[in-house]
């Protein structure tokens, strides 16, 4: 069973930054995908940032240039480093983790991000 924790949310001032971490335990085969994800009441969830296993990363128009995501495969950890925070920024960040060979998606349980103006 994979269990995914995130830690590191919280408020913010605009103009800040928050580092997010998610700790992956259980089976997960190296050809994967970690990644984030963002949710707003009332919206869809839309996808922040991902990193492949093989070093693709993919980011938001809206995020380029302030948040980077990061991963230690030997602990089963992604990061993302998240810079220049706006208010439009606030939102429920889950991360989640592909994984290829066995086709199956994880999700965290989601962490509150708030960015005050």
């Known amino acids: 069973q994979v269990r995914l924790v995130e830690s590191g949310g919280g408020l913010v001032q605009a103009g800040g930054s928050l580092r997010l971490s998610c700790a992956a335990s259980g089976v997960i085969y190296s050809d994967n995908v970690m990644g984030w994800y963002r949710q707003t009441p009332g919206k869809q969830r839309e996808l922040v940032a991902s990193l492949s296993s093989g070093g693709s990363t993919n980011y938001a128009d809206s995020v380029k240039g302030r948040f980077t995501i990061s991963r230690d495969n030997l602990k089963n950890t992604v990061y993302l480093q998240m810079n220049s925070l706006k208010p439009e920024d606030t939102a429920v960040y889950y991360c989640?983790?592909?994984?290829?060979?066995?086709?199956?998606?994880?999700w965290g349980q989601g962490i509150q991000v708030t960015v005050s103006s």
């Open positions: 989640n983790v592909g994984d290829r060979i066995v086709k199956v998606n994880y």
